[in-house]
């Protein structure tokens, strides 16, 4: 049955993939069309909600289609060497505009000079994308998030905490599983998330 599911998903995500790529494209050539367009048309909202929705599904197909390349042990890093610095900055450029909608305040601590870093940077920006969001889903508005790069003997350790809630101690053990929540969620931001992805951050660090 596990077998089933997984080929399932691998399959679904694949199809979804080409009519996605189609929807995309024809949104870029809508909005690259409509150049002296006023932000606040209905026009213009209709094109953000449209690559907002595209976008999410983008994210969502891949964290599917790696959830079933793990279940295979077939998922490959392409490790290559960058700035760790440049990496940070890069993923809290991803994450800032909804930081910034909830007016919380995310400090970013990197040492100078910053070391370089080998890593799959699509992937390991999804871990980083992963934590940050979760830290900016679950807590309150104007309250600290903080991301923070330490080297520590050969080690280069990223963390990320913030303010929230903080999970239940029933919970923690079950945190890292696929489809895993939280029994204190309230339901909000549930249709946002595969419930995917703590697994797979766990993973591809694990992997790294």
């Known amino acids: 049955l596990e077998q089933l599911k997984q080929t399932l998903l691998l399959t679904v995500s694949h199809e979804l993939k080409t009519p996605i790529t189609a929807i995309k494209a024809g949104a870029e050539m809508l909005e690259a069309a409509e150049e002296n367009l006023s932000p606040t048309s209905p026009k213009a909202r209709l094109l953000r909600s449209i690559n907002s929705g595209v976008s999410r599904l983008e994210r969502l197909i891949d964290e599917s289609l790696d959830y079933a390349r793990m279940q295979d042990a077939t998922l490959e890093l392409d490790m290559r060497p960058c700035s760790s610095k440049e990496f940070i900055e890069e993923v809290v450029g991803f994450v800032g505009p909804a ?50 790069l330490q080297v520590e003997d050969t080690y280069i350790i990223i963390s990320v905490a913030d303010n929230g809630p903080g999970i239940l101690a029933v919970d923690q053990d079950r945190v890292f599983n696929a489809y895993y929540r939280n029994s204190a969620a309230d339901g909000k931001g549930a249709n946002q998330s595969s419930g995917l992805g703590l697994s797979i951050a766990k993973y591809l660090a694990e992997l790294h």
Do not use: W, Y
């Open 99 to 148: 930081i910034r909608a909830k007016r919380q305040n995310l400090e970013v601590t990197i040492p100078d000079p910053a070391p370089d870093i080998m890593i799959d940077r699509r992937r390991a920006e999804r871990v980083l994308i992963n934590l940050l969001g979760n830290a900016n889903k679950h807590t309150p508005v104007g309250t600290n998030i903080s991301i923070k």
